[in-house]
């Protein structure tokens, strides 16, 4: 391995270079390199500034977080950040692609930063569960002061270039060009100037309201629920503002370490490699994708439109097909004010919504229009019918090569694709709504579907920035499948004596962004009855069927497009629907069920046993590649708190034999739907963990 920083001296300045791709990240190696060229520039006498700047892409994005977790190595970065600051000369960092983390904090440790225009900045520590350990907590509230400093480190918001301008965290923003010169230059001026280091560590901290860091508080109790790094960063930055420098920095290292060593850190960072893993699929390893321009999309509902929207805002062509001229401008009308929604947020620039509206979208009840598209996706009515009339028209009218997809949440894709003379161009897209938010994108590969095609789907997700998650095919894929059936487990929490509201609090103070029941009422309770129905005549007689349910749907209740159903929806927000109670009540008097009290912690074991259980089922099958692909549709897809890690990588925290034998607890209760999965039984014998399968 070359060495990864690198030192070169011309007319005075010292050139320093990290070089440690693909971000530059501040491995041993790199700490131990400006360590070493930082000591030798203060022995040479022929050096009157130094310029830091990172090669390829990006400055420093921050830590190696591939070394968390393992014993730490010196040099520490806090300490190198300090000799960096200590440097007798000035010390110019020179910033390009992004200062994150560690990354920034090295650039607040040098004495002036230069940035490019599309620079961008940030200290997205917690997101990883920690805090900005080397000195970000106490130099960024002295270059830009407190408020800005517990904004910008509880977020982990990132910033670009005229906003660091602003707020006093960079000096001057050059014009577009390379690093090096670019900080070459700075320093020549610099030099000619005469200018001393000016070290931040040494800038007075600017007093504040002294209910500032209550409101901090107050907004991380809201939006952090649960998490421990948000408290943290807090503390470190009022630790800025009450020690001397050295002491806050021992204050903030305090505060680093306890997160360290938490499990909410294993979590984040698990889920942060994982997010980048699922990508990685060997049967698409080397193959090209198909070249997407045009896309055509199959129905203009809410999911169809999402989706138009999403392809849309990433630059590509959509023609959107509906069956009528009535639905079509509905359809049209669907599209036009979602976009219209994000002129008015600022995420999209008017003149870029008027070339949209102009040239790249348009719809129609003319499937003749699709003859040139490279891609259609199909969210029509979730019927098996409806969908096979669709794909044999598809079939018809696309140019050989066209990639056909369908968006189907549940139903069978190979049935789907032997309608077509062409299976191996046929793939599910499975979005979830509303598509143009929701970050995930089932990429659901059918026996005869091409590798092309399966890695088009993973082109088209990078380019639509959703995360994207192979699965096989089976009722439901890997969410939904997984849904059904911990979406039982809480039924039978309820029959056996909760009540759904307590399930749906006690799962929101777990970490879910909502209970399962309010995500019914979100969702419509239709859909689930649909579902129940369809699947009706495949029942086993065995399975409790929880029938309260339908008791709400006969009503016509669907939650909260009828401002009905688990909640009733009033102006002033949703409260529980009594009724709902003596439709359980009824449940249990048929079924012969004497309620009984349930603590908060059973439900919640019940709830991740039955997810865990079925999720090793999905895994043994092949329908999930690995425990991690089921972590991040678990996290992107049904809200599962990330700092969890999502289910697998809970499970392995708790331990797999708990859930095993949360599993035999359960079954004493329902052994039909508390059955073991065989994958569960075998790591628990092996003593092996879920994390032990994504590693293989
Ligand atoms: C920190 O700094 C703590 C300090 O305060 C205190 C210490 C005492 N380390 O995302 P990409 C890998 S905490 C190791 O696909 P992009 C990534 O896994 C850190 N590896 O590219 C991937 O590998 P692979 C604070 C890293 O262009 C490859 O690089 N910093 C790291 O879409 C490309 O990544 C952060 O939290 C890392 N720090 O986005 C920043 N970062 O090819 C985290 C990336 O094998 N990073 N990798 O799959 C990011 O946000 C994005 O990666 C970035 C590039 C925006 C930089």
Same mark, same amino acid.
């Given at each position: 391995?070359?060495?990864?920083?690198?030192?070169?001296?011309?007319?005075?300045?010292?050139?320093?270079?990290?070089?440690?791709?693909?971000?530059?990240? $501040?491995?041993?190696?790199? @700490?131990?390199?400006? +360590?070493?060229?930082?000591? *030798? &520039?203060?022995?040479? #006498?022929?050096?009157? %500034?130094?310029?830091?700047?990172?090669?390829?892409?990006?400055?420093?994005?921050?830590?190696?977080?591939?070394?968390?977790?393992?014993?730490?190595?010196?040099?520490?970065?806090?300490?190198?950040?300090?000799?960096?600051?200590?440097?007798?000369?000035?010390?110019?960092?020179?910033?390009?692609?992004?200062?994150?983390?560690?990354?920034?904090?090295?650039?607040m440790g040098a004495h002036f930063r230069v940035a490019d225009p599309a620079a961008r900045f940030g200290l997205p520590e917690v997101t990883l569960g920690i805090l900005p350990g080397a000195g970000g907590t106490q130099r960024l509230p002295r270059l830009?002061?407190?408020?800005?400093?517990?904004? $910008?480190?509880?977020?982990? @918001?990132?910033?670009? +270039?005229?906003?660091?301008? *602003? &707020?006093?965290?960079? #000096?001057?923003?050059? %014009?577009?060009?390379?690093?090096?010169?670019?900080?070459?230059?700075?320093?020549?001026?610099?030099?000619?100037?005469?200018?001393?280091?000016?070290?931040?560590?040494?800038?007075?901290?600017?007093?504040?309201?002294?209910?500032?860091?209550?409101?901090?508080?107050?907004?991380?109790?809201?939006?952090?629920?649960?998490?421990?790094?948000?408290?943290?960063?807090?503390?470190?930055?009022?630790?800025?503002?009450?020690?001397?420098?050295?002491?806050?920095?021992?204050?903030?290292?305090?505060?680093?370490?306890?997160?360290?060593?938490?499990?909410?850190?294993?979590?984040?960072?698990?889920?942060?490699?994982?997010?980048?893993?699922?990508?990685?699929?060997?049967?698409?390893?080397?193959?090209?994708?198909?070249?997407?321009?045009?896309?055509?999309?199959?129905?203009?509902?809410?999911?169809?439109?999402?989706?138009?929207?999403?392809?849309?805002?990433?630059?590509?062509?959509?023609?959107?097909?509906?069956?009528?001229?009535?639905?079509?401008?509905?359809?049209?009308?669907?599209?036009?004010?979602?976009?219209?929604?994000?002129?008015?947020?600022?995420?999209?620039?008017?003149?870029?919504?008027?070339?949209?509206?102009?040239?790249?979208?348009?719809?129609?009840?003319?499937?003749?229009?699709?003859?040139?598209?490279?891609?259609?996706?199909?969210?029509?009515?979730?019927?098996?019918?409806?969908?096979?009339?669709?794909?044999?028209?598809?079939?018809?009218?696309?140019?050989?090569?066209?990639?056909?997809?369908?968006?189907?949440?549940?139903?069978?894709?190979?049935?789907?694709?032997?309608?077509?003379?062409?299976?191996?161009?046929?793939?599910?897209?499975?979005?979830?709504?509303?598509?143009?938010?929701?970050?995930?994108?089932?990429?659901?590969?059918?026996?005869?579907?091409?590798?092309?095609?399966?890695?088009?789907?993973?082109?088209?997700?990078?380019?639509?920035?959703?995360?994207?998650?192979?699965?096989?095919?089976?009722?439901?894929?890997?969410?939904?499948?997984?849904?059904?059936?911990?979406?039982?487990?809480?039924?039978?929490?309820?029959?056996?004596?909760?009540?759904?509201?307590?399930?749906?609090?006690?799962?929101?103070?777990?970490?879910?962004?909502?209970?399962?029941?309010?995500?019914?009422?979100?969702?419509?309770?239709?859909?689930?009855?649909?579902?129940?129905?369809?699947?009706?005549?495949?029942?086993?007689?065995?399975?409790?069927?929880?029938?309260?349910?339908?008791?709400?749907?006969?009503?016509?209740?669907?939650?909260?497009?009828?401002?009905?159903?688990?909640?009733?929806?009033?102006?002033?927000?949703?409260?529980?629907?009594?009724?709902?109670?003596?439709?359980?009540?009824?449940?249990?008097?048929?079924?012969?069920?004497?309620?009984?009290?349930?603590?908060?912690?059973?439900?919640?074991?019940?709830?991740?046993?039955?997810?865990?259980?079925?999720?090793?089922?999905?895994?043994?099958?092949?329908?999930?590649?690995?425990?991690?692909?089921?972590?991040?549709?678990?996290?992107?897809?049904?809200?599962?708190?990330?700092?969890?890690?999502?289910?697998?990588?809970?499970?392995?925290?708790?331990?797999?034999?708990?859930?095993?034998?949360?599993?035999?607890?359960?079954?004493?209760?329902?052994?039909?739907?508390?059955?073991?999965?065989?994958?569960?039984?075998?790591?628990?014998?092996?003593?092996?963990?879920?994390?032990?399968?994504?590693?293989?």
């Amino acid at each position: 391995m070359p060495d990864p920083v690198s030192l070169e001296v011309v007319d005075g300045i010292a050139i320093v270079a990290i070089a440690n791709p693909p971000v530059n990240a $501040l491995s041993q190696a790199v @700490r131990a390199g400006l +360590a070493g060229v930082f000591a *030798a &520039i203060e022995a040479r #006498d022929d050096v009157r %500034a130094v310029v830091i700047y990172g090669s390829d892409r990006t400055f420093i994005a921050g830590a190696d977080i591939r070394e968390f977790g393992k014993p730490p190595l010196e040099p520490f970065l806090p300490d190198v950040i300090n000799q960096i600051e200590a440097c007798r000369l000035p010390v110019i960092a020179s910033l390009h692609g992004t200062a994150l983390g560690g990354g920034l904090e090295v650039a607040m440790g040098a004495h002036f930063r230069v940035a490019d225009p599309a620079a961008r900045f940030g200290l997205p520590e917690v997101t990883l569960g920690i805090l900005p350990g080397a000195g970000g907590t106490q130099r960024l509230p002295r270059l830009a002061g407190a408020e800005v400093a517990l904004d $910008l480190i509880t977020t982990g @918001r990132q910033i670009g +270039a005229e906003e660091a301008l *602003a &707020i006093g965290l960079i #000096d001057k923003i050059a %014009a577009a060009g390379d690093p090096r010169t670019v900080g070459v230059a700075y320093a020549q001026d610099l030099v000619r100037q005469g200018a001393a280091p000016r070290r931040s560590s040494a800038l007075p901290v600017q007093a504040v309201a002294p209910d500032v860091f209550e409101q901090a508080r107050t907004r991380v109790a809201q939006k952090s629920r649960g998490q421990l790094a948000p408290l943290n960063c807090i503390k470190a930055v009022e630790g800025a503002m009450r020690l001397p420098f050295l002491e806050g920095l021992a204050n903030e290292r305090a505060l680093f370490t306890e997160l360290m060593g938490s499990d909410q850190r294993s979590a984040l960072i698990h889920a942060f490699f994982a997010e980048r893993q699922v990508a990685k699929v060997p049967d698409i390893k080397g193959v090209t994708a198909r070249p997407i321009e045009k896309i055509g999309v199959i129905g203009g509902g809410t999911m169809g439109a999402g989706i138009a929207v999403a392809a849309l805002l990433s630059g590509l062509k959509v023609t959107l097909i509906e069956r009528e001229p009535e639905a079509v401008a509905r359809a049209k009308a669907n599209v036009t004010k979602t976009l219209e929604g994000s002129v008015k947020r600022g995420k999209l620039a008017q003149t870029k919504f008027d070339d949209i509206m102009a040239t790249t979208f348009s719809a129609s009840d003319d499937y003749s229009q699709l003859v040139d598209a490279d891609l259609v996706i199909e969210a029509v009515f979730e019927s098996m019918e409806v969908k096979k009339d669709v794909f044999t028209r598809l079939d018809a009218i696309c140019k050989p090569g066209a990639v056909l997809a369908t968006n189907t949440s549940y139903l069978d894709i190979n049935e789907i694709a032997a309608m077509t003379s062409r299976p191996q161009d046929v793939i599910g897209l499975h979005f979830f709504s509303p598509a143009h938010v929701m970050r995930l994108l089932e990429i659901v590969v059918a026996d005869k579907t091409a590798p092309e095609v399966t890695a088009t789907g993973f082109e088209l997700a990078k380019r639509l920035k959703k995360v994207a998650v192979r699965a096989g095919v089976c009722d439901g894929f890997i969410g939904n499948r997984i849904l059904s059936h911990y979406r039982k487990a809480v039924d039978g929490a309820v029959l056996a004596g909760a009540s759904p509201f307590d399930v749906d609090r006690a799962l929101v103070d777990f970490g879910l962004a909502m209970g399962p029941f309010a995500v019914s009422d979100l969702a419509g309770l239709d859909i689930g009855w649909a579902t129940r129905k369809r699947l009706a005549p495949t029942r086993d007689p065995r399975e409790v069927y929880a029938a309260f349910s339908d008791r709400l749907c006969e009503a016509g209740h669907f939650g909260r497009k009828t401002g009905k159903g688990y909640y009733v929806y009033k102006e002033d927000g949703p409260c529980p629907n009594e009724d709902v109670l003596t439709h359980v009540a009824d449940d249990r008097a048929a079924k012969g069920i004497t309620p009984r009290a349930m603590s908060d912690d059973e439900i919640v074991d019940r709830y991740m046993a039955a997810m865990v259980n079925e999720a090793a089922r999905v895994v043994e099958e092949g329908i999930a590649l690995r425990p991690l692909d089921v972590d991040v549709t678990l996290l992107n897809g049904y809200g599962f708190p990330r700092w969890r890690g999502g289910p697998m990588q809970y499970a392995d925290t708790v331990g797999l034999e708990k859930i095993l034998a949360d599993v035999a607890r359960f079954a004493r209760e329902d052994d039909f739907l508390w059955q073991p999965a065989p994958l569960l039984q075998r790591l628990v014998a092996e003593g092996k963990t879920f994390g032990d399968l994504n590693d293989a």
